[in-house]
Structure formats: C-alpha cells, structure tokens
C-alpha cells in the first residue's frame, strides 16, 4: 500500500446529512515511538495493547453546506470548545487530500473521554482515533465498496496523521504501527493487529494506570519527538527498539512472561533515558514514579507474580498483569500504590479490540 490508495477514485453517491458516533480506546505502547520523520513516518516500529475502558466517544453530525472554507463546531463534554479547535483544522488540513468532500460540509463535533478530565492521561490517541473513524463512516457512505480491511486501514492512517500512537488504537487487541522485520503485513502508514498467534494470556491482560501527576507535562510528546533529530544516542535508540519488537513478538506467541516483564522494563526505561540525555533534557518522572517502580520490583521478588509497569510520556505508572492475579494485585494497589497517587486515584483498565461504533 501507498499513500496513493487511500485517495478516493470516485464518488458513487451524494449524502445530505446524518451523523455517526464511535467510541475508541486509548493504548500503552509495549515497545515505544520516539522519533519521527515528516508527515508521521515514526523512526521506529512500536507495538501496543489496545486499552478498553479508557476511551473517547465522538459524535459527528454533518450537513451538506456552500462555500470551500472548513467548518465545523467542537463541543467537549457538553459544552463548545474553541480551545479544540486549532488541532481539528490542522487534522483536517493533513487529511483533506484523502477525503476530498470534507470542504462540502459542515461538522458539529460532540466528543467526550471516560477518564478523568484532567487525569495526566493524554486522549490524542483515542480522540483522534474516534474521529477518523467517524469520517471514514462518512466515506463508507459516500463510497459504499469499500472493504472493512481499507475501512480499518485508512481509519489508521488517518489517525496517524492526527496524532502519531493514534494509528494504533483502531484495532485490538495488540498491534503494530511501523515497518517492522517480523510481519510483512506491517507499515509505516497504518497500524496492523497482531493476529491470531498472539498467546491467551494477553487476550485479557489488565492495566492499572496510576496517577501519579494529573497536571499537564511540561513538555510534550510532539516536542519530545523532535528532540530526536540530532539526539546523540539516536540511531541506537531506534535499532534497540526495533530489536526489542522483534524479540517481543515470539515472547508474545508463546507467553513467556519474565522475558515479556524484562523488555517492557527495559522499553519504558529506555524512553526514559531519551528524555534524560535530550538537549534540552527533561525528567518526566517524578519521585513517587521512582518509589512505585521499586516497590514493584520488591513485590516481584516477594511474590513472584508477574506485575510489571510501563510508562508513557509523563509520571503515571501503567501496571501490566495477568487477569488471573487479580485479587493479589488489586489489594497491593489499594493498600500500598495508591498511596504514591495524587488523591489516591488510580484507573483500572484492561486490554480491549478497538474501536466501535457507540
Ligand atoms: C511515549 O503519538 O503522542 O506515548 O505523533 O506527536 O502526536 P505525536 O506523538 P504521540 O507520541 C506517543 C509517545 C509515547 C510512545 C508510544 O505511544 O508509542
């Protein structure tokens, strides 16, 4: 596939108006994006678990109108939103060469998040997931002969060019997002699912998010990409992923989980240490991210359960785990990790299959 194929030939009919809703989930990345070229093309293969509970659910009501400029509202949790509005018009300026009819039409945008408003959780990969899923409904009407795998597909890339961990939260319930040495379904362009090799044991996995620090980051993932080009450590960074990708997968066909708990570690750490030695460098984390990942490495050894953690780009915690451990697990959070959290406040998620339609 080319960036060619996901400009529509044709046009079979003339929709007036209607409106389409979709929910899509957030992800935690497995093995981490961290670099990009122009237009989105990340540096380095990633894979992540599709989450569930952490979504972003968008309602797009749209109307045929005159004119050629964009239109369109945003309404964020009931009330509009011109705060959302800037990222929307440069979503739309990046995708309009592969929806041509966006121009003819007039959106109102109704969009809300399941998690916590101001929780430190980033809801561009889910809000611009539940958003290309909704113009691609709009397209599938306009060309109604689409196949699902385009419909997943473009919904992909368009998400991507929206925000880049986007790409991946379409599908579920792992998946890849960049060209990779062990699928050759894989591309730069879109996310592909995992597919049915994947072991049982991930088909469930549980991830508890802990809020370590709810504010905004004081930098962000745009910017900390950018703080790739020229990184001294660069180019390792990104054959290190890539190995790690490659190494991960059969560890996730067979469920090997102490080599599964070692390479996420080593990834999220890893992510870290680009923050660290950036120019200018950042520390995401914080002393309460520092004092959880210990305790969680005592548990480990006290227990011998198999929780690990990983991180995104900020302080929260992401807890990895089995659903078997469960009820272990749950009452270590309650009686000891939560109180590392801001207002003790944590989320229980778990990995989930993409989007759907609300
Ligand atoms: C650390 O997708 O948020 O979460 O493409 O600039 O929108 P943009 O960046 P974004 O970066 C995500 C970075 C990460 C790792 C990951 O999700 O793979």
Same mark, same amino acid.
């Given at each position: 596939m080319t960036e060619q194929d996901f400009t529509p030939k044709s046009q079979t009919s003339n929709v007036e108006s209607a409106s389409v809703k979709w929910e899509s989930p957030s992800n935690i990345a497995l093995v981490k994006y961290w670099g990009k070229r122009e237009n989105q093309i990340p540096e380095n293969p990633s894979i992540s678990f599709t989450l569930s509970n952490c979504k972003t659910i968008t309602e797009l009501t749209y109307t045929k109108k005159e004119g050629t400029d964009f239109s369109f509202d945003v309404i964020f949790e009931g009330a509009k939103n011109a705060a959302f509005k800037p990222k929307i018009q440069i979503f739309f300026e990046r995708v309009e060469g592969y929806l041509p009819f966006l121009r003819d039409y007039h959106f109102k945008i109704e969009t809300s998040n399941t998690f916590p408003h101001s929780s430190g959780i980033a809801s561009s990969a889910s809000g611009m997931a539940a958003i290309a899923m909704n113009v691609m409904s709009l397209e599938k009407e306009i060309n109604s002969t689409m196949t699902d795998d385009y419909f997943h597909q473009k919904a992909s890339f368009l998400a991507r060019l929206g925000s880049g961990s986007a790409a991946r939260s379409i599908q579920g319930p792992v998946t890849f997002w960049g060209k990779n040495a062990v699928r050759d379904s894989s /591309?730069?362009?879109?996310?592909?699912?995992?597919?049915?090799?994947?072991?049982?044991?991930?088909?469930?996995?549980?991830?508890?998010?802990?809020?370590?620090?709810?504010?905004?980051?004081?930098? /962000?993932?745009?910017?900390?990409?950018?703080?790739?080009?020229?990184?001294?450590?660069?180019?390792?960074?990104?054959?290190?992923?890539?190995?790690?990708?490659s190494a991960l997968v059969p560890i996730m066909e067979t469920g090997a989980l102490d080599d599964f708990i070692h390479l996420v570690e080593l990834e999220a750490l890893s992510l870290h240490a680009m923050m660290l030695t950036s120019s200018p460098y950042f520390i995401l984390m914080q002393p309460n991210t520092l004092a959880i990942i210990h305790r969680v490495w005592e548990f480990r050894k006290e227990t011998s359960i198999p929780l690990c953690f990983t991180l995104d780009a900020g302080a929260n915690v992401h807890l990895l785990y089995p659903k078997q451990d469960i009820g272990v697990i749950h009452s270590f959070i309650k009686e000891e990790l939560s109180g590392f959290c801001q207002s003790g406040q944590y989320l229980l998620d778990e990995v989930g299959r993409g989007a759907k339609k609300a």
């Open positions: /591309s730069d362009l879109f996310a592909t699912p995992f597919g049915t090799t994947l072991h049982s044991v991930f088909d469930n996995y549980q991830d508890t998010i802990l809020l370590v620090d709810k504010g905004s980051k004081p930098v /962000s993932s745009t910017q900390g990409h950018n703080l790739m080009h020229g990184h001294p450590f660069a180019e390792n960074r990104f054959l290190q992923a890539s190995n790690n990708l």
